[in-house]
Structures are given as C-alpha cells and as structure tokens.
C-alpha cells in the first residue's frame, strides 16, 4: 500500500508541475511564491484556531503546492530535501515535553 501511496504522490507532483508549467508560474520569481506560502501558513493558522477542519485541508494542501513549487523555483529537489530532513532526525535522542514538543538531547541543560 505504501508503494500505491508514492506512486499516487508521484503522479500528483507531476500534474502540479504541469500546472504550475501550464500557467508560467514556473518561471516565476521565486519570492513571489515565497509570500505565497507565508500567505497559506497564514490560512491555515486561522483554520486552525478555529477548529475548522476542512479549511485545514485546504490549507495545507495549498501550502504544499505552494512549496512544491517554490523547490522547483530555487533548484531544490523536494525529495532529496525531505530525505535530507528525515536522516538529520531518524536518530535523534531527546526528550518530548508534556505540552509535545521535542527537544533534541545537545538543547537540554541541566
């Protein structure tokens, strides 16, 4: 299933930097789109608040366009970034806070 689920998200990629070609937002300026994903994290911090969940889905599926776009607009491959995350963190050690956050074992102090 998991295989099903990248291909289906390999498909989606495509057709969104189809979009993105079709419109000439590819070509765009990069800082332009950057704005664009502040504006949607801002959307999505008001669904947010509000608890309102199906503008979370919009939200958060409009910021990744938005990211996925804005990688292609700086020369960033969107996978080797997110790969590149996940092995900073795999190994980490640390401890998560009652509020749910992490804090990684080199930040805590004594």
Excluded at 17 to 45: C, Y
Excluded at 58 to 64: E, H, N, Y
Excluded at 79 to 106: C, L, M, P, W
Aim: net charge negative; with cysteine.
């Amino acid at each position: 299933m998991v295989r099903g689920v990248a291909m289906e998200y390999e498909d989606l990629f495509k057709k969104i930097t189809a979009w993105a070609h079709d419109r000439g937002i590819d070509q765009a300026d990069p800082r332009v789109e950057f704005m664009k994903m502040a504006e949607e994290l801002g959307e999505l911090s008001a669904a947010y608040n509000k608890e309102h969940h199906a503008k979370m889905v919009d939200s958060i599926g409009d910021l990744q366009v938005a990211l996925l776009i804005f990688c292609q607009l700086v020369g960033v491959d969107h996978k080797e970034a997110i790969e590149a995350a996940y092995n900073q963190i795999k190994d980490r050690t640390g401890k998560t806070t009652t509020a749910g956050v992490f804090i990684k074992q080199s930040d805590l102090h004594d």
